[in-house]
């Protein structure tokens, strides 16, 4: 029971964020999208690095969670393009 009482506080907080996604697998994007839709305001989605900091400067979502190996970009070094645009995502 603990854990759902985690979940539904997580919702609650969640419930007034953007976040950006960014993950290069198609079948994995799909289902964390999937599971993040229920959570947050609103959900951004890239599939490279690249894509990810244009989507980050376009939409200024709140929250961002990274894969880190992918094309393109990695995410490291999209991490450190982002916090040059906003030191404080």
Same mark, same amino acid.
């Given at each position: 029971?603990?854990?759902?009482?985690?979940?539904?506080? #997580?919702?609650?907080?969640?419930?007034?964020?953007?976040?950006?996604?960014?993950?290069?697998?198609?079948? #994995?994007?799909?289902?964390?999208?999937?599971?993040?839709?229920? #959570?947050?305001?609103?959900?951004?989605?890239?599939?490279? +690095?690249?894509? +990810?900091?244009?989507?980050?400067?376009?939409?200024?979502?709140?929250?961002?969670?990274?894969?880190?190996?992918?094309?393109?970009?990695?995410?490291?070094?999209?991490?450190?393009?982002?916090?040059?645009?906003?030191?404080?995502?």
């Amino acid at each position: 029971m603990e854990n759902v009482e985690h979940v539904v506080k #997580l919702k609650e907080i969640a419930k007034d964020y953007r976040i950006l996604f960014v993950e290069d697998s198609k079948a #994995l994007q799909k289902q964390i999208m999937k599971f993040l839709s229920k #959570l947050f305001k609103e959900v951004y989605v890239a599939s490279d +690095g690249l894509e +990810g900091v244009q989507s980050y400067e376009k939409n200024r979502p709140d929250l961002v969670l990274t894969d880190l190996t992918m094309p393109n970009m990695h995410g490291h070094d999209m991490i450190r393009e982002i916090k040059k645009i906003n030191p404080d995502v």
